[in-house]
């Protein structure tokens, strides 16, 4: 099992079905594979098909017409046409997801019983029910607030709950389909920690899908798509020396990243991998000794 | 928008607000019931009694529970009158109080109105003690849920009705978050909701309902993807994250409730067969 991987795409395309009953291509040809445990960044620009592709990973869009090639997760085939509702059941368990909007995904009028919202659609029995749904809220640091209306959260708080409601369900892939776009930098990076806390110390495999580029930098490994096509896959470092590829997708590299690079250019080798602010300034400064 | 609370629910800690909501439902159905077979003046003392012995119980201010009588003054007012004009006494030897022109009232008149504003009065104050002001509608919901449960052997589908009570109440504060919002950009490109005429005020609402719909669709677009994404497929299978109890004070709630209609009856039999005071 350990060389099969978790997600696996083959040839995907996926059109959506226009007003006048013509396709129009979304997803082109695209072949991938996630491995458990990774923590892979899908960038792209609006429009790319990244929204899509998550979707599909989930079986959630309307419309499987124009839908062709090969997707399994956890080796089940879920494009076959046998699928039954069980297995969509036991696929969504298995790969949760959380939306861009934190008031549009969450059910309940408390805390502690959108979190339970899952695991009861699981018939998941009491007392298990109980201690997931502490267990979850205590790994996004949200126990204070079991018992408050999600009404009265700030967004980083809400999207907090939203993940938490996901791991109550014990899922073995996130995935995050914009899920930092809508929050205030403070709200931005509480999510943050709590994905990367989710892959460091749960082992839950993440797939983050944003067009923020220093999200990008702090992932295992980045896809980048365009207009349906993969792009680039590799790890940040990797991606980020594809300074024109990524403008041609309509993508910037970061800031500390392009700084790097432009001295660079300049004559000023600042080399090694560069993609948080701290390695940019070490890199500087070495530069800077060198000189 | 920060105070904003649902419905009438008054935070305290007293016997009704610990009940199990189901308890409470039957007791509310209950008490309208007795209120309904009170007939005769002892019944109607014992009916005010209740009621007093119920706000005392559930450690309500009494401001509080008449706020929610305000509001049915005028229906209250126009039954009375009605009553008190139009109830004629027809037994031998009546002899109306008032006899002016077309104006002709017996002490039967002012009975039947006096009646009837208590009985009013105890099944408005009852309810609103057992159900609104002491139970959240969240647990309301719960309770109707497993009380109507019988109702999906034919096929009446219970769990959706509550799931979609659940949903409304959590939209709600987010909705009129929401209302604000809109009327705020709208009264920023200088529209006018306050001055004109009733036509003028209705139409100048349009610019705001218009894009309220809009974005509930979308919001209830996204919830439905997010709901099927957390495995959601009705109500088939689905545990539950907080189980109702019923606790030994909801019998005894429900005991007393019972002996009290029990009461009511027995006097309504004694009170014809003595002819206790005036009868309805």
Redesign the interface.
Known sequence: MENTPFIHIENLSYSYVGEDGQPIPVLKNLSLDIREGEYVVILGHNGSGKSTLA?LL?M?LDDYTFAEGKITVDGLDVMSPDLT?GDV?NL??NV??V?Q?P????????V??DV???????????PE??TR?DEALATVGMSAYARH????LSGGQKQRVAIA??IA?KPRCMIFDESTAMLDPVGRKEVLETIEKLNRDEGITVISITHYMDEAARADRVIVLSDGHLMLDGTPGEVFTHSDTLRKAGLDLPQCTAVSQYLTTQGIPVCGEINTPKQCAEAILNAWGRI | MKGFAFGQYYPANSVLHRMDPRAKVICAVAYIVASFLCKNTFSFVLLILSTIALILLSRIPMKVVLRSVRALIFIMAFTAVLNIFWIVDTSEGAVPLVDFYFITIYAKGIYHAAFILIRILAMVIGTGLFLTYTTTPIALTDALESLLRPLTAIKVPVHAFSMMMTIALRFIPTIMEETEKIMSAQKARGADFTTGSLGRRAKALIPIIVPLFASAFRRADELATAMECRCYHGGEGRTKLRILRYHVRDFVAMFFVALFIGGIVAINIFGRKYGWLYTM
Do not use: C, S, Y
């Open positions: 979707k989930n959630v509702d059941l969504r368990k949760g997801m939306f909007n008031d549009n995904q969450l059910v309940a009028t408390v502690e019983e339970a919202f899952g695991p009861e659609n699981l018939g998941i029995p009491q029910l109980r749904v209306e999600p009404h009265r409601g996901i369900m």
